[in-house]
């Protein structure tokens, strides 16, 4: 199925991401702003050595494609582009210091409202169409996201902050279609970097002596933000942000599960049933459209 690849991209992202814990959480006695500092400094530095030693000819056909669009499209390829840098500083922040601070089940739960939130804002913003069934898999899990709610206001509000700023680059990344997937992502990266540059000198804490936080950095930079980013970019190539957002469930359940087994974080009985129907709702969602799509919503571009 020609859809395969683009679902087996998103999957392993937020497969991928699902992890994440395992490599952030030793990093809990640095300070949030120093952890989210280094990571943007080093995937900026690496992004523009990739695109310097190995796509330099995808550099001059996108400098060529922009020369030819007109002022509208320009205008709206620059919004598009470095408001996902924006959004994805504001995500990660929100997400580094919830996850060392608050607890792994409330990042958990940030990516469990996340997909519900993209597909609203999808619905508003892109006008993308959601059929009966999708609906009632959106509906059952913001009733499983209501039932895991009421175990800590915190952890709600930082759950909706994180999700709500990864949902909307979801949502606008995919109508950024005018640039090279890598390049894009790379734009908003050095952009953060940018974004960030000023507040180091005042927020950064003393700097980091030990090499574990060095190799771990290196580690969240390539593993967990460079690869999964760009499958992610690369997945809404050919399916659309409902679906996406739907599939990011994969995350939140990975986490769940190492939060119990791995944190041994408290769980009770209304956790585990609300994470049973999220399951339910994804299988739900997804199953009917894999029976039924044919063909990618959109026809791929070289990336």
Avoid at 34 to 39: E, K, N, Q
Wanted: hydrophobic share 55%; glycine share 4%; proline share 4%.
């Amino acid at each position: 199925m020609k859809l395969t690849k683009y679902y087996l991209a998103a999957i392993v992202a937020f497969a991928t991401w699902g992890f994440f814990s395992l490599v952030l959480k030793p990093l809990h006695n640095y300070l949030s702003a120093d952890i989210l500092f280094y990571r943007v400094f080093c995937c900026a530095a690496l992004m523009m050595l990739i695109c310097m030693l190995f796509r330099r000819q995808s550099m001059r056909d996108a400098r060529d494609a922009f020369k030819t669009m007109t002022p509208g499209e320009k205008k709206r390829t620059v919004w598009l582009t470095l408001s996902g840098g924006v959004l994805l500083t504001g995500n990660w922040f929100f997400f580094i210091y919830a996850m060392n601070h608050i607890s792994v089940k409330a990042t958990s739960l940030a990516y469990l409202v996340c997909p519900i939130l993209t597909a609203v804002l999808a619905g508003v913003i892109l006008k993308e169409k959601l059929n009966k069934w999708q609906w009632a898999a959106v509906a059952l899990s913001a009733f499983s996201c209501m039932l895991l709610s009421f175990n800590s206001l915190l952890d709600l509000f930082y759950s909706i902050i994180t999700a709500f700023t990864y949902a909307l680059y979801l949502v606008s990344q995919r109508r950024n279609t005018q640039l090279d997937k890598f390049l894009a992502l790379s734009i908003q990266i050095v952009f953060s970097a940018l974004l960030l540059l000023p507040f180091f000198p005042v927020y950064s804490g003393p700097v980091p002596q030990e090499q574990f936080f060095y190799i771990s950095i290196l580690v969240i930079a390539v593993a967990f933000t460079i690869v999964p980013l760009f499958l992610n970019l690369y997945a809404l190539k050919g399916i659309n942000s409902s679906t996406v957002g739907m599939l990011l469930y994969i995350n939140p359940v990975i986490a769940f599960s190492l939060a119990v087994f791995r944190y041994h974080e408290e769980i009770n009985l209304l956790q585990v049933l609300a994470y049973a129907l999220i399951l339910v709702s994804i299988v739900v969602f997804n199953g009917n459209l894999l029976v039924r799509t044919k063909k990618p919503i959109l026809s791929p571009k070289n990336i």
